[in-house]
């Protein structure tokens, strides 16, 4: 079983900035990329960000494109998502998540491990 734990979340002005981060054990050689979703509320979850292990490839949403940065610390299993100029409708739950498969990064169905989330509240 893998675990997944986000942190990083809370309130920010719109135009700040956040960072998030995802912790994930143990086996990481075992799962080859790890995204980022967001779920608003009374909205479908949506793609935000992935990045291979490797850090060689980095997948964005075109909403969030020059704004965000994905990256991971490979030592300490751990993935962060800098977040940059949020607006207030980027207003969600955040989660990570592990996969095994090999492409289809912005697909939720190709994840097989979620964390339970992190809040980010942007006030506008």
């Known amino acids: 079983q893998v675990h997944v734990v986000e942190s990083g979340g809370g309130l920010v002005q719109a135009g700040g900035s956040l960072r998030l981060s995802c912790a994930a054990s143990?086996?990481?050689?075992?799962?080859?990329?790890m995204g980022w979703f967001r779920q608003a509320p009374g909205k479908e979850r949506e793609f935000v960000a992935a990045i291979t292990w490797s850090g060689l490839s980095t997948y964005y949403s075109d909403s969030v494109k020059g704004r965000f940065t994905i990256s991971r610390d490979a030592a300490k299993n751990t993935v962060f998502l800098q977040m940059n100029s949020l607006k207030p409708e980027e207003t969600a739950v955040y989660y990570c998540?592990?996969?095994?498969?090999?492409?289809?990064?912005?697909?939720?169905?190709?994840?097989?491990?979620w964390g339970q989330g992190t809040q980010v509240t942007v006030s506008s």
């Open positions: 143990p086996y990481t050689f075992s799962y080859s990329i």
């Open positions: 998540a592990a996969s095994r498969a090999a492409s289809g990064a912005e697909y939720e169905s190709q994840y097989d491990f």
